[in-house]
């Protein structure tokens, strides 16, 4: 098979959802100005926080992770979050880059 | 999105098929696209779109919709000329990239599957090897036997065929004499300017996984051109 971003996480997330885990997949829909990582790149998160992938260079990922564990646990489908630069939170889920990106969690559906 | 539209995705890329991953925003149905075919419902009426984001080989949400789509296209494909120590770091490194390699060589004692156990090698010439790699303009060449009689008649090929990037190893008085061979084959000085020789980029380097840095960064570079 041809190498791809998201080879590993695929079949990371294939492996657990076999193993009778929740998961779910975050993914960079749009950004603006500088971000850290393009739109496509994608991350899985499983419902007891084990996460593979990344949607942005660290910056973000405690947020992500923590809105996926919520949405499994409450049985939403999907979510929408936009991530805007802030410099008062730029240590805890701002962009220090100084870009905006838009992620989308869904859980993978069985 | 279902895992069985991930088990496609996987099974599809395992089969090096073209395509995109579409996904509803608003409820998370996913479907997989392939160009030339229709979707089905609410999906169909983007085809157009979804047709087009994949062509210019783009992600992205469709303007005045909640449609994304992730479009998944062939990497690069690099034929390595050579099975000597600088192709196992270069295979490694590409194999990160994200990028497809060949090892083509016709000595056996190089080439072998315990030097490359994960790599497609070619214990072939490179004129009969060319035979069995489909190449396009997504083709790479990088030849590092610096043998004339098995690099000259893969970079012949390759500048014949207009890949997309050839490299050859060698020192400037090497390449020199490549290129007066080529001529002498026929070839024009300016079609010769294709050939990056030395190759690589300039790093200062001179282990063999330092070249194959040097060498890998050049095709990274040549990739994101334009």
Known sequence: ?110 | MKIETIRQTLKNKYLKKEFALITNLINGESEIFFPGYNLSGMFSKYSEEIEKIFHLNKNGIIENSEIFVQTYKNPIKVIIVGAVDISIYLIDFAKNLNFETIIVDPRGYFASKDRFPDTKIINKWPNEAFDEIETNSKTALVTLTHDPKIDDPALQYALKNKFFYIGALGSKKTHEKRCSRMIEAGFKKVELEKINGPIGIKLGGKSPSEIALSIISQLVSEKYKN
């Open chain 1, 1 to 110: 098979m041809n190498n791809f971003p998201e080879k590993k996480i695929f079949e990371e997330a294939d492996n657990w959802i076999k193993n009778n885990k929740k998961v779910s997949l975050a993914t960079v829909i749009q950004t603006w100005g500088s971000s850290p990582l393009g739109i496509g790149s994608r991350m899985i998160v499983s419902e007891d926080g084990n996460f593979l992938g990344s949607v942005s260079g660290g910056c973000v990922e405690a947020k992500v992770i923590e809105e996926c564990m919520s949405l499994m646990k409450n049985k939403k489908i999907c979510k929408k979050i936009d991530f805007n630069v802030s410099n008062e939170n730029a240590w805890e889920i701002g962009l220090a880059c100084g870009g905006n990106i838009s992620i989308y969690i869904e859980e993978i559906k069985k």
